[in-house]
Structures are given as C-alpha cells and as structure tokens.
C-alpha cells in the first residue's frame, strides 16, 4: 500500500526566511503525481503545488518550489521569503494507481513576524 | 470562482441521532469526495462517487452512507452518530483526467458527537 510519512508535525520559520517542509513517500508505481496543499485557518485546503514524477524538472510556483528525488522518493516543498500568509498546516500527498490521494499527517507552518 | 460549499460549519449531535452533512458544488465536476480529518492521521477518505448516483467506498466507510442523486450534490450521512466520529469532514471535487488534477475544497464540518 502507498504511504505518505511527513516527519515534521511542527516547523517554525522567521518572516522573509526559507523553510523546506519534508516528505517522503512509497509507492510501487513508475508513474505517479505528487502534491503539496495547504490548509490555513480558514480551513479551505488549496493546492500549492505538483510533480508528475516522470517529469525531472522541479516544480517551481512563485516562492514555492519542490525538491523531488525519485529514487529516494523524497518530495519536499521549499518556501522562499516567507509570509506571515504562509502560516497553515501543509500536507503532502500522492496519487496512486486508482487515482486516489494517500495524505502525509501534515506540518504546521509557523511563521514568526 | 469555484465553489464547493459545506453547509454547516460547525455541528453539535448526540450519541445516536442520524447527522447528514451536505455538500455542493457548482463547477459540474463529475468526482467528489468524503473526507476525514483527524490530527496527527491527514486526510482518509471515506466515500468518493464518479458520477449521479455512484459510489465507492474509501478507506473508512464504517459507520457512514453517502447520496448522489444531483451531479452537484453530494451527502454523507451518519446512520447512528458515535463519539468516535468526532471529526473535521471535508467535501471536495474535481474533473477526472489523467491523475494530476487537483482538488476543489469546501470550508469543513467540525462534528462533536457528544
């Protein structure tokens, strides 16, 4: 069964700073896309940012970018210039053959003015 | 904008009585989904459904029932509520394409099952 593990339950980042939130993941799937959404109080989850895992490229969305290592099946999310807006809970997640979403725990994002 | 709305945001039921969480969505999105919530666990899905009056069974549909009888709408219901389905239950939707879509989110139920 895939799994989704985000060793992170809590990360705290100086405003303006950069913080990589990590996630790893199993899947025996060749391909396969990779998530990263994020829930702030609002509670509305919205999608930050994907990988399709055929594609070598790092994804990269304004200030978010993701380091993707296939092989280690690591996909981490880097924020760069973080905002007192960034704060929320960010959950990984994988989409698997059955084209259902396995959800890592969450990290909760804080971030200090 | 897109819409996926849940129609209670908080909801307070007793041990026993039957709860139906509604959810509706207005971009004719033929997927949508239960979600549970939990701290420390993320998100497991409960029910999904791909088209009027389909459904399929997730990962945890002990304890719940889903409808589907307008494309837009989608209920989850809980036949005889339990403390242990204390929870965050988020509604979502998408189009099924090729497996990178994402997913459109309503604003959660906080359920206390007292």
């Known amino acids: 069964a895939q799994t989704v593990t985000q060793s992170q339950p809590e990360m705290s980042v100086q405003e303006a700073e950069t913080v990589t939130l990590s996630c790893t993941y199993d899947t025996s799937e060749s391909d396969y896309y990779l998530f990263w959404y994020k829930q702030p109080p609002s509670r509305q989850m919205i999608l930050v940012i994907r990988?399709?895992?055929?594609k070598q490229q790092n994804a990269t969305e304004n200030r978010f970018s993701v380091n993707f290592q296939k092989a280690a099946k690591s996909f981490s999310l880097k924020i760069s210039d973080s905002q007192l807006g960034d704060a929320a809970m960010y959950f990984c997640?994988?989409?698997?053959?059955?084209?259902?979403?396995?959800w890592g725990a969450g990290t909760k994002l804080i971030i200090k003015p | 904008d897109v819409k996926v709305t849940q129609s209670s945001r908080y909801l307070v039921k007793r041990t026993g009585e039957k709860v139906f969480l509604e959810c509706v969505q207005d971009m004719d999105h033929e997927n949508m989904f239960w979600y549970r919530q939990d701290p420390g666990l993320g998100l497991r899905l409960i029910y999904f459904?791909?088209?009027?009056?389909?459904?399929e069974k997730g990962d945890i549909p002990e304890g719940y029932s889903v409808s589907r009888e307008k494309k837009e709408r989608f209920s989850l219901i809980l036949e005889s509520a339990s403390t242990n389905q204390t929870s965050m239950y988020l509604c979502?939707?998408?189009?099924?394409?090729?497996?990178?879509?994402?997913?459109?989110f309503g604003s959660g139920t906080q359920l206390s099952v007292l």
């Open positions: 459904s791909y088209d009027v009056k389909m459904k």
């Open positions: 979502a939707s998408t189009y099924l394409t090729g497996g990178g879509e994402k997913l459109f």
């Open positions: 990988q399709e895992a055929y």
């Open positions: 997640a994988c989409r698997d053959s059955n084209y259902q979403l396995i």
